[in-house]
């Protein structure tokens, strides 16, 4: 630290000079000055840190000297020279802030004590002059570093993909970006501290609700994100999906956020999809169907070529075989244009008191001779639980005919002609009370490629002899009488389809009015 | 004399119809119901000649042509392959059986697509057996 220089200002030149060589041995600059006047023009000059003013001076006495210093620098250190009889005067200094006094005839240890003082005072004021000069910097450089954060966090909202709107907590909106802008179909300006502007002037009502929910229950992570659709002013739908959080300082609630994502272009692309594939579809059916008639036609070629050689030959047999051919293939093109309307309709189950084990009985009536004279054994199980109930019969019937049909041809297809053949068909109740339709089959079972295309329309296994619609057919019976239809199949052992559909008893059912309300 | 000729398909219908065409231009038609009935025919009857379906129960048709042309004694009765198949699905079930048995087979005489003409499978059938 540089030495501090000292102003002396005494009206007896004596002192002064005295004074003045003392300092200077001690290692003081010194400026004098010999009235009050001339002392603060030099303090003007000079800036010393250190002032000695004798207190009597005339015209300009050392009170005056003092108040007009403090006013020039406040921080200057000044030192009273009192006389005998001064004591208001020092005091009146002391108030106006003089750092010390020392009494007439100076003496050299209280000079030295009062200016220790003096320089320690300076020193200290040094420091902390220092000290406060950090951290004003401190704060300066923490302020700079929070604004480049927070313009930071400012820009990633603005530019982030998802819209992202906040509310304080009075549901108030105080940050939307543009892309929230986007959303919401207005301005940032029409949106924020509007005063009469709240989520619900834009939010749905069940994002509302969800919001003021988890406000509610204090909850304290993401909302699940949900489907929606946003109605502009201007009344555009937007189709989004919502997320977003309630904000808490301190377990109090201050605020909202939410989260937007855009669906129109994922709704637009998926729509397109859905389009293309209904268009692959339209044209493997067409394809399917062409093959399938293609099929029919050579039989009824065959047929009739048959029935020519029969006419011109006059040969019975050949007219029945050829006939029946014919006969066999308009079947054919009936079932198809059958299964065609169905497949193309929607059609309501008709319900009606129906007895499901007398369904099952029918359908094993029905082919029991076709699978005698192929060597198949037929196995029912009925359980005795199951009543009369309030269902389609015709849809278990023609589900049921058309699982045990591919149960038959199952067997018919294996190459293993070791085995004995059998189908078991089972019904049972299970526990949801829902009526079970097993059939099993040990024929030739599938692989999972065939599995996978079970149920895709126009597949089939069985060359062109399959119009690859039975197995679509009965899914969409059973899923119409709001049932289920599973499979479990292994390749080489068989294959077991299961038919879940819904049991009511009669007797439940007639108690209730006769259309049910679904919904 | 007249030719014995084996007819394999598992649909009565395309039997029924071969077998009227066989008799109408005098040959003596052979009837089996799949492939593993045709295999035991081809060797009860030694027939001239055998049409063959592709897609049937019990040993297809891919599995008995391939029978029939790798066995020493049966390779050389013409078979025709009558079917609703593909020629070339045909031989690329083929190709990959040989591949996996290391044993290549000839393709067939003739390989006709259905719908047949009486014609074209009688031209055809005359045409294996000179």
Known sequence: ?519 | MNKKVLVVDDDPDVRTFIVTVLEENDFIPIVAHDGVEGLQKVIEEKPDLVTLDVLMPRGSGIRLYRKLKTDLSLKNIPVIMLTGIALKSFMRSQKTLSEFQGEKVPAPDFYLEKPVEPEELVDAIEKSLN
């Not at chain 1, 001339?38 to 009597?56: A, C, M, R, S, Y």
């Open chain 1, 1 to 519: 630290m540089t030495a501090n220089k000292i102003l002396i200002i005494d009206d007896e030149e004596s002192i002064v000079k005295f004074l003045a060589m003392s300092l200077k041995v001690d290692g003081y600059e010194t400026v004098t000055a010999y009235n009050g006047k001339e002392g603060i023009e030099v303090f003007k000059k000079e800036q010393p840190n250190i002032v000695l003013t004798d207190i009597k001076m005339p015209e300009m006495d050392g009170l005056q000297v003092l108040r007009e210093i403090k006013m020039i620098d406040p921080e200057t250190e000044i030192i009273i020279i009192t006389g005998h009889g001064d004591i208001d005067s020092t005091i009146t200094a002391l108030q106006l802030g003089a750092s010390d006094f020392i009494n007439k005839p100076v003496k050299d240890e209280a000079l030295a004590i009062a200016l220790k003082r003096a320089e320690a005072k300076i020193f200290m004021r040094g420091q902390l002059n220092e000290y406060t000069g950090n951290l004003e910097d401190k704060i300066e450089e923490a302020t700079q570093e929070i604004k480049r954060r927070s313009n930071f966090q400012k820009l990633l909202i603005r530019s982030s993909n998802d819209g992202i709107a906040a509310t304080d907590k009075n549901w108030k909106f105080v940050i939307c970006n543009p892309e929230a802008e986007k959303i919401f179909g207005c301005k940032y300006s029409e949106v924020v501290n509007k005063k009469n502007m709240n989520i619900e002037s834009i939010y749905t009502k069940d994002m509302v609700k969800a919001f003021k929910n988890a406000a509610k229950d204090g909850q304290d992570e993401n909302l699940e994100w949900k489907e929606t659709s946003l109605i502009s002013k201007d009344g555009k739908h937007t189709p989004i999906k919502f997320s977003g959080r309630i904000l808490y300082q301190h377990d109090k609630m201050i605020g909202s956020v939410a989260f937007f994502q855009d669906l129109t272009d994922i709704k637009r692309l998926e729509k397109e999809l859905v389009e293309s594939e209904k268009m692959a579809a339209v044209g493997q059916t067409v394809s399917g169907l062409a093959h399938y008639i293609k099929n029919i036609l050579i039989g009824l070629k065959g047929g009739s070529y048959v029935v020519d050689v029969g006419l011109s030959k006059n040969k019975t047999d050949k007219l029945i075989a050829g006939w029946s051919t014919i006969k066999k293939n308009i079947g054919r093109v009936s079932d198809l244009v059958q299964d065609l309307i169905t497949y193309s309709k929607e059609r309501e189950p008709e319900y009606q008191t129906c007895s499901p084990n007398g369904i099952v009985t029918e359908v094993i009536d029905l082919i029991e001779d076709f699978a005698k004279t192929n060597n198949i054994k037929i196995a029912k199980k009925l359980s005795p639980e199951i009543k009369e109930a309030s269902m389609d019969p015709q849809t278990i019937h023609r589900a049921l005919l058309n699982l045990v049909t591919n149960a038959m041809d199952a067997c018919l297809d294996d190459a293993n002609a070791e085995k004995d053949f059998k189908i078991s068909i089972r019904t049972s109740l299970d526990s949801s009370n829902l009526l079970c339709i097993e059939v099993e089959d040990n024929g030739s079972g599938m692989n999972e490629d065939t599995q996978k295309k079970l149920f895709s329309s126009f597949f089939s296994t069985k060359g062109g002899k399959g119009t690859g619609l039975g197995l679509l057919l009965t899914k969409k019976l059973i899923e119409e009488h709001k049932g289920t239809i599973s499979i479990e199949t292994n390749l080489g052992k068989g294959t077991t389809f299961t038919i879940k559909l819904p049991y009511e008893t009669a007797a439940i059912k007639s108690q209730k009015p006769a259309k049910e309300d679904l919904s």
